[in-house]
């Protein structure tokens, strides 16, 4: 197979950063090697770039896309809506319609509040449950990512507690407490002085990890004997490990849950799901909830279209769907085996990690086992191979992925595992 050319993303990019900074509208789509292809098209799950490459998507939009680039569902729903008219920041019926949908499909979802984003929908989160606490400290996570506002973007990476980039305010993080997901133990530090526990129930973010044993339901039992409001995180689990999220795959209920991605459809949306007495002051509308684009009409509409179509599929999609992601990870960890490459796989649901460096973790902890610029090489060889990863090595499944599409990314990976052996070439000075 001829090694792919970039020759015109390379020059769009050079161009593009004359007036769009890093080239790209979030850094780390800059952050691609080679280049940061440009995607001219999408159909289910195969793009081609400016270049004319074909790849195979395991990015799905960094998630929302778990129907792929073009469902028909979401495509008639959204033209039917746009012949409507836009009625951007208008009431209309599509709002209190995926609200009762979302009270149908996700176990503690009473009542639903919509936002753009997730980052949005976390900072939403946080206000509803002080609201309701009377309390400012909140729990976070290490390496949980709960989007990019200054209070909560912070301990991201192993060994290092600080915010995730210059020019934050690190005195917005002030009322934060960090904790080690899934460590038990160190749960005692919570108290009565507590607004919100908020967590990934499990930590797609650093590397699908799967909650230890006994560890979401320790978090449920401390924070009711503290009135503390509890709440997943599940942007990326929702509709992703089951049409429940990951409350109804793990069994253990949140008071608050924060949904996006596959929620939208593949259009931009936020929500705030939950009690319907913690939501107590949203509902009267004494605690303000703001913001033009929420609930806009055509997000809406994309969202109840798929998640309606996930409900009517649910019983088939999402075994199918976890069942590729074990063949997947069970084909890496062999061939990494039987080759001897340090390198390995784990699934979460349709959610895949792959590391470099190490031959398997026991959990989170072990995480600076892994070598991440040998994780982004790998990456970029499958990217060679028309496999198209996050360069963190993270990889969705999605509804249009089928056997042909898994048997061309088993060889791919085969082949991209085998130049993790040939040391990287060192870049000039
Ligand atoms: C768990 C989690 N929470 C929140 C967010 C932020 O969502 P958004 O990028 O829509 O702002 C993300 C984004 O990846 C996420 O993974």
Known sequence: MPAPVYTRSRAYRAAARTHLPFGVSSTPRGRQTPVPVVIEEARGVHLT????????????????????????????????????????ATVHRGEAALADLLAECVPSAEQTAFVTTGTEAVQL??????????????????????????????????????PDTIGQDPAASADIVLFDWGDTAQLAALDGSFAAVILEPAAINPGCFAPPPGFLEAVRVITREHGIVL????????????????????GVLPDLTVLGKVLGGGLPIGAVAGRRDIMHDVATGRLLHRGTFNGN??????????????????????????????????????QAARTGVAACAQ??????????????????????????????????????????ALPRGLMYLGAPHD???MATTRQAL???LETLRTPPVRQGP
């Open 231 to 250: 709440v997943f995180d599940e942007v990326i689990t929702g509709f992703r490990l089951g049409l429940g999220g990951a409350q109804q795959r793990y």
């Open 297 to 334: 009409p055509l997000s809406l509409a994309a969202g109840f279209a798929a998640v309606s179509h996930l409900r009517a599929h649910a019983a088939t999609l999402y075994p199918r769907l976890d069942a590729m992601a074990g063949a997947l990870c069970a084909h890496v960890n062999a």
């Open 49 to 88: 770039d400016l270049d004319g490459n074909r790849y195979i998507d395991f990015t799905l939009g960094y998630g929302p896309l778990l129907l792929g680039h073009t469902p028909d569902c979401v495509q008639a729903a959204v033209t039917r809506e746009m012949a409507r008219g836009l009625r951007t």
């Open 125 to 162: 989160a946080l206000r509803i449950a002080r609201a309701a606490t009377g309390r400012l400290k909140i729990a976070k996570f290490r390496a949980n990512y709960h989007g990019w506002i200054d209070n909560l973007h912070i301990a991201g990476a192993p060994g290092h507690d600080g």
């Open 347 to 388: 699934p979460v649901g349709s959610a895949v990690q792959l590391f470099a460096g190490t031959r398997g973790l026991n959990g989170i902890g072990d995480l600076a086992q892994v070598d991440r610029a040998a994780t982004s090489r790998l990456t970029d060889a499958l990217l060679q191979r028309g496999i198209y």
């Open 403 to 405: 056997e042909a599409d």
């Open 414 to 416: 085969s082949e991209a």
